[in-house]
Every structure is written in C-alpha cells, then in structure tokens.
C-alpha cells in the first residue's frame, strides 16, 4: 500500500511535470503570436508615417526647385533683392518650416530673409567657411552639379535644421548658390512624429547612391531610405517601449506543483482569455482606431473577394473637399471630432452591406455591389444622391456649424478593371476630376482622364510661372441698364493671355487647378489689382463712379487678403462700395463661418457683395439670410429658358424679382444673348443684366473706347 501510494505520488508528480511543461510551451507560443501580430502592426504604423515623410520630402524638393529656377531666371535684375524678398516671404507662409532663404553670389550671402534673427549670416563667405561639412557640400555640390545637404545640426534660434544648397551656374562656371534652411523640429511636429504613441523617430542623409527600398530590421528599429537629389535620406524609428505590451503568462508555469486539477481549470480560464485577447487584436489590425471603420487591410482583402467571385461592383473614391480649412482654423481635435461624426453617418448611410473603409485622412472608399442591368448606373445614381444628402447635412461640432462639400470618382470591375490597386487609381483619378467640375460632385472614369490629370499638371505649373512673372490679365463684360442700354458698371474676368494676345487657357480650365493647388489667392490679387487700377482711372478720366464686381472662390478670403484691399482703395482715394465681391450659391452653401464673417466685415465697410447662380442650391433662402447679401444673380440657366411669358423658367424668373424687391436687394440677369429674353427681362421689371446681346468681355483699352462713345 505504501509502495502504490509512492508510485501514485510519482505519477502524480511527472503528470504536473508534463502538464506544466506542455503549458509553458504553449504560452510561449502564444506569447510569440501577440508580438509578431503586434510587431506587425508597428511596421504598418511606421511605412504610414514614412509616407508622410516621402510627401513632405517631395515638396521641398519641388520647393527647392522653384526657388532655384526663380533665382537663376531674375538673379540680373536690378529690382532682384525685393523680387527675392517678396518671393522669399510669399513662400515662407507657405511652407511654415522655412527658416530662413539666402541667396550667395561668389559663395558670400549677400541676400537674406527673413533678415530679422539672420543678421550673422549677412555678408558671410561660404567658399571661407571653416567647417569641414560645409565645404564638403560645397565640393560635392560642384561635382554633381545638384543640390546638397547639411545637417541635421542645432539652430541659432534654437532647435535642429538642414540647409538645402543649390548652385547657379552661368556659362558653365559656379556664379552662386541658393540655401534654405529647414526647421527638422517644426517637420517632425507638423507630421505628428515629436508625440507619437509608438516611435521616437530620427531624420537624417546618407551619402549612398541606390534605389529606392526600404528595410525593416528585426523587431525593434525600423528604417526606411528615399533618394534625394543625390542624397539618401534615411528615415528612422525606434520603438519607445522595450518589451511588447504583452500580457505575462509566466505566473502560470508555478503551478506545475499544483494539483491537475488546478492546471486544467486555470488552462481552460487562460484559453478564454487568450481568445478575448485574439478578438482585440484581430479588430486592431482590420479597423480604424478613430473613426472604427474597417481600414486598407480589410478593404484589401473584401475587394479581393469581391474579384475572385468576378462579382460586378462599383468603386467609389470619396474625398471631403473642406476638411483641410476645419483642421486649420480649429485644430487637429475638431477635425477627428468630424471624422467620427461623418464616419457614422457613414456606415448608417451605407446599410445593410457596409462596404464602406477609412483609406486615409479625410478620404474613403465606398463599395456598392449592383447586378449588372441596363439600369444600373441610375440605381447607383439615386443611391450616391441619398447618400450625398445624409453627408453633407450640416454637423453641429459644439458651437460651430459646418456643412461639408464633398468629391467622388467611380470606376466599376470588371469593366475599368480586375486588380485592387487599379481600381483605386482610376477612382482616385476621376475624383480628382469631379473637383474640377461644377454643380456635380462625381465623376466616372474615363480612359481619357489619366491624360487630362497629366495637363492638370502642367497647366498647374504653367500657371504658377505665369503669376510670378507677369500675371494674369483682366477682361471687363459691361453691366448694362437694360432699359437705356447704358454702361453703369463691369464684372471683372481673369484672362490667361499669350504676348499677342490670344487666349491659352479657357477660365474653367485653370480656375479650378489654381483652387486645387492654391493659387487662387495670388489670381485674386492680380485680378482685384486690376479692377481697382481701372476704377480709379475712369474716375479720373470721365469723373463718374464705376463699380466693378470680381470673382471671389472663397477658400482666399482671409485678413491679409481684406487688410490689402482696404490699403489699395485707400490709396487711390476711392469709395468701398466701388468695388464688388462675387460668391457663388455653390461656394456658399459649403462656406465655414470664418468666411461668413470676412464678408461680414468687407460688407460693414461698404464694400457690395453679390450672390451668383442664385436659385441653383437647395439652400438659396437660407444663404440670404444669412449672408450680408446686396445683388444677386439669376443663374444663365434660367435665362437661357426663357422664350416665352409662361415657361417655367420664366415664373421661376418672376418669383426672383419678386423675392428680391421685398428684400430690398439689386438683381442682375446673367447670360442674355436674345433680344427676346431682354423684352421680358423688361416686362418682368428687372432693370439691369449681363450678356453677348449687349457685350462680350472687354479688354481696359475697349472698354475705355466704349464708355468714351457713351460719354460723347
């Protein structure tokens, strides 16, 4: 009996041996699963910040290549130190990590801006420089004949920095060089990277030549390198934690002495666990932390089953226009706050399938699933409508009210495409072209438009030359009194001109690039200038107040904008209210309240403000309640309509005239091109209008000729 009971006790002992090593070999796998899918997710985690490198990278050196080009161009010109520094300023607010720019002819800085804070940097000879990096730059930046780079160091003012370093040639010989010195702190800031939960990253140059790759090394430092120029710039981050946030099992293996009976339950507790923990993590790597929507690897893997089942579908790439501006006026925190709300309108919206993913930023892909028929594009017609309506109803973020514009591009499969990646780009293409296209908010892709994205480009390009150099040139289409025909005032158009005069460019052409590349402040400058030029010259020459209205996108309007307007009016002596602003309904409906308040501020100063294409938006009564409105505009559409006294147009027409005398506000009929329509603009009581039947857009010298012959 002793002798079983001893045997029992060994037995008993080599169970729990056996039963706790093959437990301590299970948890070690287990432990292994959570940091290779937790590893996982950190590598995602840095390849998206580097992207964000890459992109802030690239438009430094499309930066650097620009200030370089306008040195070269106008580094002769007698004017050139305040050509640089007005260029040097217009630049630095727009990329906020300039320090400062420093143009160096024979190697000695002689040009500086901002001068404030440089003055050491004035006068000083880089080709003297002790510094053995400097003059290493310098060296390689003669052989290469490219831009170089210093740094990282320590800034003057504090902080790290790089300075980029280009060189002027002329005739083959080294006139000079351009540097910019960036602000390394002011990057990682702007990019998220000083506060991130998962890396302290490093930025610096490696002087490698080799193509573009990328490494991840082991589980802990994560690299990746970008050429520049003839620079390698190598991306780092090193995880901030040195063990992987994983729950310990260890304290499990002491109960190898422990009765089996006791292991099992504490097995059978820790697989429970261990499967709440798989579900977490499973969720993490298929769902947006923010806004819980599934994000690019669940997307991935949807469509891909989507096209092995070769089931017919519609892609939609979905963009929100405004976004940006809300970020920028009330911070990061708002803009998630939107995020989350417009996320889950979102996946209501898109019941039952909820194919709906977060792609990144502010933008979205969308999957409708629709059996093909010779009525599907109206069935996805109707659904993008509701869809658009349930999106961009106003969002009520505390005190701020916000309504949302929205860009879409549609691509089909198997139609357009069978793979992933080129449906995304064609959607993403034909979003890019809705953007451009008024009064719709989607667009289908077309083969075509991978070509009309290329002249984007270069039209974009052209363009920004185009306003460095000599601008843009404003024609002037009269404002008539359509009772006496007389010439009583102008609408102001931008013209993109070649030397002789002849149009390059059609306004709805380059208008929408300049407001998709931002541009369209220095065009409203240019434009505004103009206006102002020929009020004040007509004053002079004819002593008659002429007032001129000019086109307004509204994303430019801003204090420094409306300070310059009131600095140029008074200058030249000349009421406010000579000069009208423009908005259309469309810009309207989509304005954020800070543009509500500068118009506010320019119509309490006198200056006119006019509503255009009124009656085309599903919100023209609210926005004349709310907007400091003194003109509107009856949309071309409705004028174009109107062949008789009882066309609907024409009741729509009466109902405007009518609304707007009981509001005390001045109407003007746009697009009049038969004397038709100006006979019953006539019987309807509206006094003036716009139009070919009267005349086209004049240039300054026209128009003088044509109010000279009213005059006499």
Excluded at 254 to 273: C, D, E, N, P
Excluded at 374 to 387: A, C, G, T
Excluded at 558 to 582: G, R, T
Excluded at 663 to 688: M, N
């Amino acid at each position: 009996m002793k002798r079983t009971k001893v045997w029992l006790f060994i037995i008993g002992i080599l169970a729990s041996i056996i039963l706790t090593s093959l437990l301590i070999n299970f948890t070690s796998r287990l432990e292994n699963a959570h940091k290779n899918a937790l590893n996982n997710q950190m590598k995602e985690h840095f390849l998206v910040k580097s992207t964000q490198v890459k992109s802030q990278l690239n438009l430094l050196s499309n930066h650097m290549t620009s200030i370089s080009a306008f040195v070269e161009s106008t580094r002769k010109d007698l004017d050139f130190d305040e050509r640089f520094e007005r260029f040097a300023s217009n630049n630095q607010s727009l990329l906020k990590g300039i320090k400062n720019y420093s143009v160096a002819p024979n190697g000695i800085q002689r040009y500086v801006y901002p001068l404030e804070g440089n003055e050491e940097t004035l006068g000083h000879n880089l080709y003297d420089d002790p510094r053995k990096d400097v003059q290493d730059a310098l060296q390689r930046m003669q052989e290469t004949r490219s831009v170089v780079i210093n740094g990282p160091y320590p800034l003057r003012q504090g902080g790290q920095g790089l300075v980029l370093r280009s060189p002027i040639f002329e005739n083959g010989q080294l006139w000079g060089l351009v540097n910019v010195v960036v602000d390394l702190d002011y990057l990682i800031s702007e990019l998220s990277l000083d506060d991130d939960p998962y890396f302290n990253y490093t930025l610096g140059t490696e002087n490698t030549a080799f193509n573009e790759s990328a490494s991840l090394s082991g589980e802990s430092l994560q690299t990746i390198a970008f050429p520049y120029f003839d620079h390698i710039i190598v991306f780092s981050g090193l995880p901030k934690h040195t063990q992987w946030p994983i729950v310990s099992y260890r304290w499990f293996r002491l109960l190898g002495f422990v009765s089996i009976m006791s292991i099992l339950l504490l097995y059978t507790l820790l697989l429970v666990r261990n499967h709440h923990l798989d579900k977490q993590l499973l969720h993490a790597s298929y769902y947006d932390a923010l806004t819980e929507l599934p994000n690019r690897r669940k997307m991935n893997e949807e469509i891909q089953s989507l096209i092995d089942q070769s089931t017919h579908f519609f892609l939609i790439y979905l963009d929100i226009n405004n976004f940006k501006e809300l970020n920028d006026v009330h911070g990061h925190s708002m803009g998630d706050i939107l995020l989350k709300a417009f996320s889950s309108r979102l996946k209501k919206a898109m019941l039952p399938d909820n194919l709906c993913f977060r792609w990144g930023g502010d933008e979205f892909i969308l999957i409708y699933v629709l059996p093909h028929s010779p009525d599907v594009l109206l069935e996805l017609k109707s659904k993008l409508r509701h869809l658009e309506s349930i999106l961009t109803d106003e969002y009520h973020l505390g005190s701020i009210r916000y309504p949302l514009r929205l860009s879409m591009g549609i691509t089909q499969h198997p139609t357009m495409s069978d793979q992933i990646d080129g449906l995304i780009q064609q959607a993403d293409t034909a979003m890019y072209h809705a953007k451009l296209v008024d009064h719709t908010s989607y667009a289908f892709y077309e083969a075509a438009m991978f070509e009309k994205s290329e002249q984007s480009l270069q039209i974009s390009l052209a363009l920004r030359d185009v306003l460095q150099k000599k601008g843009l040139t404003a024609y002037f289409q009269p404002l008539i009194d359509i009772n006496s025909g007389r010439i009583i005032g102008a609408e102001a158009l931008a013209r993109w001109l070649d030397d002789k005069g002849n149009s390059i460019h059609n306004p709805s052409e380059f208008i929408p690039i300049a407001e998709q590349t931002g541009l369209i402040k220095k065009v409203s400058f240019c434009i505004i200038q103009q206006s102002i030029d020929l009020i004040a010259m007509i004053r002079e020459k004819f002593q008659i107040d002429f007032p001129i209205a000019v086109n307004l996108a509204g994303t430019e309007i801003d204090d420094e904008l409306i300070q310059w307007i009131h600095e140029q009016m008074d200058v030249k002596n000349l009421p406010y209210s000579l000069l009208e602003f423009e908005i259309t309904e469309r810009m309207a409906v989509a304005a954020i309240p800070q543009m509500y308040e500068h118009l506010n501020a320019l119509r309490s100063d006198h200056f006119r403000i006019s509503l255009d294409d009124f009656g085309t938006s599903q919100s023209t009564l609210r926005l004349l309640q709310d907007l400091p409105i003194d003109i509107i505009k009856i949309d071309r559409r409705f004028v174009n309509g109107l062949v008789s006294a009882d066309t609907r147009d024409a009741t729509i027409i009466r109902s405007i005239l009518a609304l707007a005398r009981e509001l005390s506000l001045d109407v003007i009929a746009e697009g009049v091109e038969t004397k038709t329509q100006r006979d019953l603009l006539i019987q309807f009581g509206c006094k003036h209008a716009q139009g070919y039947l009267f005349y086209h857009p004049q240039p300054i010298d026209q128009l003088l000729h044509l109010l000279d012959d009213s005059k006499n």
